[in-house]
């Protein structure tokens, strides 16, 4: 099945009660018992289990491939719940370049937990194979990263995490089921931000992991999900299941757009670099090819200057926001920097690009005429 028929068949769940075509949202948090003290279905109670969220995470199981899929309250609670089951003085590997929430967790959060971790350039697999300890339980990758739009061969780097006992974990919200399918290179363990792509619309928050076993570690994950409660409420998982109906033709015109922009900028006399899977110059062609249908609609465009050119060049666009996230259907673009703080080691002259539907040729003529 293509990917567009698998988003609407997977998302689509005729009520048999009424009949209607569009799912209710079940808001209700509990759920009554029969005389005989039993459950009419396999809800009791909200926090662990709910009727329209369990509809998200079967679809979400079913576009990742999957076998079972659990939904979060944003994808910082999806990352931070799969940390939590881990145990202390187990070691964790993560990418150099990536979402900057997810080493903060680490450093903030799970550090003084007892987890350890280290950062590692993903592209470099021997740093990884060397970086990969006794205790190393898991590897994170995110692939296109955040903000450099570099690619992580998932396929290698999850046969080195297996051979060290470790699991492999894949943060998809860049690249989305439409466009990679990490279970494909053997990862076990899908993460999203549904914030960004599957939802769409720049209007909810969520997060989810997705497995490819049901086995212990998913197990546990969803023990801890139910404990814990860091869960979307069923309106919000009723807006991303709506989002994942439009994704395929969604995430198709982003990308043609968004390659139209990135040869517009690419060789333009203000431009330093950009970062783009679907340039000729990206430096991973062959594995973008290997592992992603189409490059996908986030960029970066370095130019030539400094933080202050960067953030002249910005202040002059009428079309794009000037606002963090992506994966809307609105075309944003952010000083990565200023975002990340006084840290971050993302270029001052970097601004990331999330492009929208807007038509082409606006958005390349509101580029020209900030850049001029
Ligand atoms: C936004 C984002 C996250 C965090 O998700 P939230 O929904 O904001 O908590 C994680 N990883 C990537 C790649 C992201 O873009």
Known sequence: MHFDTLALRATHQPDPTTGAVIPPIYLSTTFARDEANELPADFMYTRPNNPTREALEKALAALEGGAVAMAFGSGQAATMTLFQALRPGDHVLLSADSYYGTPALLEQVFHPWGLTYTRVDMSDLDAVQQSIHENTRVVWCETPSNPM????????????????????????????????????????????????????????????????????????????QG?????????????????IKTLGVRIRAQTATAQAIADFLDGHPAVEQVHYPGLANHPDRALIHQQMNAPGAMLSVQVKGEAAEALRFIGKLKLFTRATSLGGVESLIE??????????????????????????????????????
């Open 335 to 372: 000083h990565r920097a200023s975002v990340e703080g006084p840290n971050s080691a993302t270029p001052q002259n970097l601004l990331r690009i999330s492009i929208g539907l807007e038509h082409a040729e606006d958005l390349i003529a509101d580029l020209a005429q900030a850049l001029r």
């Open 227 to 243: 404990l814990s409660g860091a869960v979307p409420s069923p309106f919000d998982c009723w807006l991303i299941s709506r989002g």
């Open 149 to 224: 739009l570099s690619i992580t061969d998932l396929l290698t780097v999850s046969r080195l995490a297996h051979e060290a006992g470790a699991i492999c974990v894949c943060d998809n919200t860049w690249a989305t089921p439409a466009l990679q399918r990490p279970f494909d290179f053997n990862c076990d363990v899908v993460m999203h931000s549904t914030t960004k792509y599957l939802s769409g619309h720049s209007d909810v928050l969520g997060g989810a992991l997705i497995f490819k076993h049901d086995n212990a570690f998913a197990q546990r994950v969803r023990m801890l």
